[in-house]
């Protein structure tokens, strides 16, 4: 490491992960994402993208390697780094019966926020777009950006330095789309390092400040988004993916 850089909130130290069955998911995996920066994680299904994010929450462990929040390895002590973790899914797991303040109020107490008021509440759903009077309504009837937002403001609230993002972007319109990466350049700009795993290959350009390729479980591309600027990622990735696609055959 760089002895002029922080020490990386986010890091992977050689990632192998064999299932019994014997799939390869990840094989040797290594990346970093420091305090105030973007990481974006493109891959096809079955790449290894969700796979690394679950080690990180220590959903699955590692056959090899590990993943460190702030300093702390996830599977040896995962209560300290998921306190330092916020997740949101691709489908946010919510109270559909719940309103939104009810949401925000239950997962800020789940995570020791127990002092979070309701004006608290309302003025981080403002933040992150959602009109209202939309925040007295149940969850059932939003639409997935709504739920995203939901999603983010919980993270927001839970205060955490790291942030994982699994395919956030995924069904959302335009406007929607266009709205959630201003919330992400806020959230870099207050120094939070976000990893985002995603399909979108144009949004990832655009916010990351760096970029990796997962390819059937190896990182095959890293680079700084500065160093991408002229060159055509779509293609880049495509040549990836079809690497991906003669491996698994």
Same mark, same amino acid.
């Given at each position: 490491?760089?002895?002029?850089? &922080?020490? &990386?909130?986010?890091?992977?130290?050689? %990632?192998?992960?064999?299932?019994? /069955?014997?799939?390869?998911?990840? /094989?040797?995996?290594s990346f970093a994402v420091r305090a105030?920066?973007?990481?974006?994680?493109l891959g096809a299904n079955g790449a290894?993208?969700?796979?690394?994010? *679950?080690?990180?929450?220590?959903?699955?462990?590692?056959?090899?390697?590990?993943? %460190?929040? /702030?300093?702390?390895?996830?599977?040896?002590?995962?209560?300290?780094?998921?306190?330092?973790?916020?997740?949101? +899914?691709? *489908?946010?797991?919510?109270? &559909?019966?719940?309103?939104?303040?009810?949401?925000?109020?239950?997962?800020?107490?789940?995570?020791?926020?127990?002092?979070?008021?309701?004006?608290?509440?309302? /003025?981080?759903?403002?933040?992150?777009?959602?009109?209202?009077?939309?925040?007295?309504?149940?969850?059932?009837?939003? +639409?997935?950006?709504?739920?995203?937002?939901?999603?983010?403001?919980?993270?927001?609230?839970?205060?955490?330095?790291?942030?994982?993002?699994?395919?956030?972007?995924?069904?959302?319109?335009?406007?929607?789309?266009?709205?959630? %990466?201003?919330?992400?350049? @806020?959230?870099? +700009?207050?120094?939070?390092? @976000?990893?985002?795993?995603?399909?979108?290959?144009?949004?990832?350009?655009?916010?990351?400040?760096?970029?990796?390729?997962? +390819?059937?479980?190896?990182?095959?591309?890293?680079?700084?988004?500065?160093?991408?600027?002229?060159?055509?990622?779509?293609?880049?990735?495509?040549?990836?993916?079809?690497?991906?696609?003669?491996?698994?055959?």
């Open positions: 490491m760089n002895a002029t850089q &922080p020490a &990386p909130m986010l890091e992977a130290r050689g %990632l192998v992960k064999r299932y019994e /069955d014997g799939v390869l998911a990840l /094989d040797l995996v105030g920066e973007i990481y974006a994680m290894g993208k969700t796979t690394t994010i *679950n080690i990180f929450l220590n959903f699955v462990e590692p056959t090899e390697g590990e993943a %460190l929040v /702030d300093g702390i390895v996830t599977h040896k002590d995962p209560l300290a780094a998921k306190e330092r973790l916020a997740y949101v +899914s691709e *489908n946010v797991m919510l109270y &559909p019966n719940f309103t939104a303040i009810q949401n925000l109020e239950f997962f800020a107490r789940l995570a020791g926020k127990t002092e979070v008021t309701r004006d608290e509440c309302r /003025d981080v759903l403002r933040r992150v777009g959602l009109q209202d009077d939309a925040h007295a309504k149940r969850l059932k009837g939003f +639409s997935k950006g709504m739920r995203q937002k939901c999603g983010i403001a919980i993270a927001i609230l839970k205060d955490a330095p790291a942030i994982l993002l699994d395919e956030p972007t995924s069904g959302l319109d335009p406007k929607a789309g266009f709205e959630f %990466l201003n919330l992400l350049a @806020i959230l870099r +700009s207050e120094g939070k390092a @976000i990893l985002m795993s995603t399909h979108d290959i144009f949004r990832a350009k655009e916010i990351a400040d760096t970029v990796g390729i997962m +390819s059937a479980g190896r990182l095959a591309l890293q680079r700084p988004a500065s160093e991408l600027a002229g060159q055509d990622l779509e293609q880049l990735y495509l040549q990836h993916m079809a690497g991906h696609v003669e491996r698994a055959a």
